[in-house]
């Protein structure tokens, strides 16, 4: 029951930043169960998701959807790109999903195509975006 309400809160809270023009939805994401984010569903491990942003507050969480990961190496060296930048606090690359969770500094100005040349720097190509404020 209590699920179900927070599910439909969060999608009235959707709705409201789509009505508003927001391209972030600006959400606390303890409950992140049947996200949308710009009308889509997020398609991540929701477990994975969860033990993600545990601990992190006032971030922003860039989640990137990438084409061509195939290995463990792929992913690594992914890891690691993000890992230099000062202004990220926390990667997670889930292979199976194809997703690179990245927890960026509240300030920090997420540039996508500064996201795809790091991606494709390593072997890959990054084809979508959504960022989340917590």
Do not use: P, W
């Not at 023009?21 to 569903?41: M, P, Q, T």
Request: net charge neutral.
């Amino acid at each position: 029951m209590m699920k179900n309400f927070l599910l439909l809160l969060l999608l009235i809270i959707h709705a409201l930043a789509q009505a508003n023009g927001n391209e972030i939805d600006n959400i606390h994401l303890d409950h992140a169960h049947d996200r949308l984010v710009d009308g889509k569903k997020l398609e991540v491990d929701l477990k994975r998701f969860e033990r993600f942003i545990e601990g992190l507050a006032y971030s922003q969480i860039a989640i990137v959807s990438v084409k061509g990961m195939v290995c463990d190496f792929c992913a690594r060296g992914i890891e690691k790109t993000f890992k230099r930048d000062s202004d990220v606090t926390k990667v997670d690359v889930d292979l199976s999903n194809g997703k690179v969770l990245i927890a960026f500094k509240r300030n920090k100005t997420i540039d996508f195509d500064d996201i795809k040349e790091k991606i494709l720097a390593n072997g890959q190509n990054a084809t979508d975006l959504k960022v989340l404020i917590i």
